[in-house]
């Protein structure tokens, strides 16, 4: 480590998961989810089946709200619940929450009204609903939280990079608690018209044309869109342990890079997530050789799994610790991607069970980990890396481990 | 005024923008503090009577608007 890092450290505050709630295809809820991970996978596009926003919101409010939006509230609220409620100063207590595309389905419908109706006729609430930040500002506006409220936009680690944000925040001193997480909601067709999230994620040719999510598979053709939100309420550990909380895990550190390559490919050989997973290890203050568990970003694209692949076999020796990648499962689900996988990470963490990596068949001779695969996998809970990468290349890790007065 | 099958129209706009009951879209009430409309709500609302009347309102037009008795005196008013 070097000298700043270790400065850094002494100075720094422990940061505790208190509660986790999620929306997924596979399961709402923290028990549905981690079930569902470990059955097999949905088919298709994986959308969440019966979300009723009813549930968390009056119908009136449920109108004005971008489903995206309605699952960050929805998450938030499971958590906080999870978490026996919020215990902080208001002005103490932020949320960081990201989003991908945000408000994309409540964009496509207004275009509509705009194209056939004219601009008279467009939504006074289309910007309010549409924008990245609607989430986490009705996360904020619900639960009266007057710290900082962002919203992070990186595309696909925007889940990431939110809950590295909070963790600092907390870490840093400026807040005691943090709602954060992600979410998003762009694969559904409106008012008849086919999706056009999908649309564009189908031209962009990053999506499977199998329609199966097989990462780091030989067969592997794309990723699976998907939707869903994940949060989790983060508390400085002191004040989580003298209030009796329920403490599931410690955020021991995080990182962020950016490849400066392309908008879309991953630089040759990972060398942004090489530098990213490197990071976070020295911001945990951890050696290689103490990570017991990587869930990786693992999207089933040809070349994000080899590139990934590549990366964990440059930090952590051939094959490395057992890799998963929910994504099987999940699809990909963008900004919602990585809270869901840090929700992963703390409930393997709790179960002391690794999920499988569904949809692995015959793995890439070309990859070189150990890839847990064929139903969930006992393991001694120690540190965990979970990675994102997103377009734009960014790149964002964390690391995870279990909780330790 | 004009006649029930009029006013059921302007109700039941007010019902499907602002999801109150039918029964308290009555004359008297006001708008921000008996159906708990804000600035953004009304002007969904009044959108959605210039479309099922075929009338255009002119934003100028809605100074002093409060109740649902003036709405419909504006919306009547252009019939």
Same mark, same amino acid.
């Given at each position: 480590m070097t000298l700043a890092a270790e400065h850094a450290h002494r100075r720094r505050r422990r940061v505790a998961v208190t509660g986790i709630g999620v929306v997924s295809c596979c399961g709402t809820g923290k028990d549905a989810f981690f079930d569902g991970l470990c059955a097999p996978a949905p088919q298709g596009i994986r959308r969440v089946p019966d979300f009723d926003p009813t549930a968390w919101f009056d119908p009136k409010v449920a109108r004005q709200t971008d489903r995206f939006a309605q699952f960050s509230v929805a998450a938030a609220a499971m958590a906080i619940e999870d978490a026996g409620g919020l215990h902080a100063d208001p002005l103490r207590a932020g949320v960081i929450f990201g989003t991908g595309v945000g408000g994309l389905e409540t964009l496509q419908e207004q275009l509509g009204v705009l194209i056939a109706k %004219?601009? /008279? /006729? $467009?939504? !006074?609430r289309l910007v309010p609903m549409m924008m990245a930040n609607a989430g986490a500002a009705a996360i904020s506006m619900r639960w009266e939280l007057r710290g900082p409220c962002e919203t992070v936009v990186t595309a696909c680690a925007a889940g990431t990079h939110s809950i590295g944000n909070a963790f600092r925040l907390i870490a840093d001193g400026r807040c005691d608690l943090v709602i954060t997480g992600g979410a998003e909601a762009a694969i559904n067709d409106v008012g008849g018209q086919p999706s056009i999230g999908v649309a564009a994620f189908t031209n962009m040719t990053a999506m499977s044309t199998s329609g199966i999510s097989r990462p780091f598979d030989v067969r592997r053709d794309g990723f699976v869109i998907a939707e869903g939100g994940a949060a989790l309420v983060l508390e400085e550990y002191e004040r989580a342990e003298a209030r009796g909380a329920h403490i599931?895990?410690? $955020?021991?550190g995080a990182a962020s890079t950016a490849d400066a390559y392309h908008i879309t490919a991953p630089a040759p050989g990972g060398s942004g997530a090489i530098a990213c997973m490197e990071l976070a290890l020295e911001d945990a203050g951890l050696a290689p050789g103490q990570i017991t568990h990587i869930n990786g970003h693992g999207t089933s694209t040809p070349l994000n799994d080899l590139a990934e692949a590549e990366a964990i076999n440059k930090v952590f %020796?051939? !094959?490395g610790p057992p890799v998963t990648s929910i994504k099987g499962v999940t699809g990909h689900s963008l900004a919602a991607a990585g809270a869901l996988e840090a929700v992963a990470v703390i409930l393997s963490l709790e179960r002391q069970l690794i999920p499988p990596t569904d949809g692995l068949d015959q793995l890439d001779p070309e990859i070189h980990l150990d890839v847990v695969t064929g139903g969930p996998r006992p393991f001694s809970p120690g540190p965990v890396l979970s990675n994102s990468f997103g377009f734009g290349g960014h790149n964002g890790c964390l690391v995870i481990g279990p909780a330790s007065p | 005024m004009a006649d029930d099958a009029t006013f059921d129209k302007f109700r039941s706009c007010a019902v499907e923008v602002l999801q109150v009951p039918a029964d308290k879209v009555i004359p008297e009430a006001s708008f921000s503090g008996d159906l708990d409309a804000d600035s953004l709500d009304l002007v969904e609302f009044v959108m959605a009577l210039e479309e099922a009347f075929e009338i255009t309102v002119d934003?100028?037009?809605?100074?002093?608007?409060?109740?649902v008795g003036q709405a419909y005196e504006l919306v009547t008013s252009k019939l």
């Open positions: %004219g601009a /008279r /006729r $467009v939504s !006074p599931y895990a410690e $955020v021991l %020796g051939n !094959p | 934003e100028s037009e809605l100074q002093g608007v409060e109740t």
